[in-house]
């Protein structure tokens, strides 16, 4: 387990670095939206959440916990299924709050954790294999990037809640 956790610290530096913004702003200073706004590869995370309504919440004090699927996760959704979100804001929503916690949950606390309630209301579970971190079945690719409210957990897939 301490090697693991030193493998996630690692990897949190690293990562740290490789999605930092690009501007001279550090991500100590951005919020959570414009730390994903800055990393590039959130376009669509971002646009949904501001069709949705969420994007002013993240940039409140928080401290939030998001597990951000990057475009090309987006990619992997069927088109049916985001036109239909696109076209029901509160499914929409609901789905984008699947994605979000309460809290700041670092890689750390993850690794010790079975599951995190989000503020959907339902809890995704937090497994680990090997070295690597699954959000239900999405990868953790980069743990830890920090922002002034929170942090972000880069995924490899779009979170779908579980019908009620």
Avoid at 18 to 45: C, H, M, R, W, Y
């Amino acid at each position: 387990m301490r090697k693991l956790l030193a493998i996630l610290i690692l990897l949190a530096v690293v990562a740290s670095v490789a999605v930092a913004p690009a501007t001279a702003q550090s991500t100590e200073d951005a919020n959570i939206v414009q730390t994903a706004v800055a990393a590039g590869q959130f376009k669509t995370l971002t646009k949904l959440l501001k069709r949705a309504g969420l994007a002013n919440a993240l940039q409140q004090p928080g401290p939030f916990t998001v597990f951000a699927p990057t475009d090309a996760a987006f990619k992997k959704v069927p088109k049916k299924t985001l036109s239909a979100l696109l076209h029901n804001k509160a499914k929409l929503k609901a789905v984008l709050l699947y994605h979000v916690a309460s809290g700041k949950v670092t890689a750390a606390k993850v690794a010790k954790r079975t599951s995190v309630k989000t503020l959907n209301g339902k809890a995704v579970r937090i497994r680990l294999s090997d070295a690597n971190v699954f959000v239900n079945t999405a990868k953790v690719t980069t743990p830890d990037v920090m922002a002034s409210n929170g942090v972000i957990h880069v995924i490899n897939r779009v979170l779908i809640p579980p019908a009620r």
